[in-house]
């Protein structure tokens, strides 16, 4: 019998490497970054400071500053109708690109069969296709099959080009949670669709969240699209580019810019910190 003491097992878990220390940025780097904000958000201010003007005319100095324009933006039916359009259109939208770029997410992540990567290169293929070109071909297909332009065209085109960013962003949720979880519940007695409700689509809830309302803003903002596809209701960006040629109602068009312009970078924070806190 060999008594002979024998070597310990050695452990599989090694403790995780520590993270580099973070650097302050350099003078460099400090007045690159500097500068970007500076070109992002000057343009924001600058818009700010023309909707409280109290004259028409955009160009400095100030005549005295006045919230006059934002209490005017009530009293325009058709900008307020073109605003809720947006509203309308960048909601459903967004709705069903995230709905579509969740069920693409679970099938590229978690499956594996034959046209994978194709169905993953077609549905990132709207960001590569000029948004100009995509209304041109959008067109033409509605106008073979006899569909008129109207919102429901807009908003088909809008969930064509929101769908990348709720894939993109489900995906990379996905991708983060182990998949031995989903097995632990199908082992339990689960099925499938069961562990999808249950545990998957809870762990992805703020990762569609947040797709959501990139989805929303995406849609809001756009225009190309919505200049060939909207037909006699216009979205917000259609109106406001057909009002540029009149310049005593420029003031109101910019005081409704900047109100939608805070709602839309509220909604771009929202999205980053409920990303972040996954």
Request: positive net charge; charged residues 10%; hydrophobic residues 60%.
């Amino acid at each position: 019998m060999n008594n002979a003491p024998t070597a310990p097992a050695r452990s599989l878990w090694r403790p995780p490497r520590p993270l580099p220390p973070r650097r302050p940025l350099g003078p460099p780097l400090g007045a690159y970054y500097l500068g970007l904000l500076i070109l992002l958000y000057l343009p924001l201010a600058v818009l700010f400071l023309f909707s409280i003007n109290a004259n028409t005319s955009l160009s400095f100095p100030l005549q005295g500053l006045s919230l006059n324009w934002y209490r005017q933006l009530f009293e325009l039916e058709a900008l307020l109708r073109s605003a809720r359009n947006s509203l309308v259109v960048a909601a459903g939208s967004s709705l069903v690109a995230t709905f579509l770029g969740a069920t693409v997410a679970i099938l590229v992540v978690r499956y594996h069969f034959r046209a994978r990567n194709f169905l993953l290169a077609l549905a990132v293929l709207p960001l590569i296709v000029p948004f100009i070109v995509l209304a041109v071909a959008l067109l033409l297909l509605f106008a073979a099959f006899s569909v008129d332009r109207s919102l429901w065209t807009v908003g088909i085109a809008h969930t064509v080009v929101a769908l990348p960013y709720t894939l993109l962003i489900i995906m990379a949720r996905l991708a983060g949670f182990d998949a031995a979880i989903e097995e632990a519940a199908m082992d339990l007695g689960a099925n499938y669709p069961t562990t999808l409700r249950r545990i998957v689509l809870p762990l992805i809830a703020p990762a569609m969240v947040s797709a959501w309302l990139t989805a929303f803003t995406v849609s809001f903002d756009e225009f190309a699209l919505a200049l060939f596809l909207a037909g006699t209701e216009p979205t917000f960006p259609v109106y406001l580019f057909s009002q540029l040629r009149f310049a005593n109602r420029l003031p109101v068009l910019i005081a409704l810019a900047v109100l939608l312009m805070i709602g839309t970078l509220t909604l771009v924070f929202i999205a980053e910190r409920i990303r972040r806190t996954e």
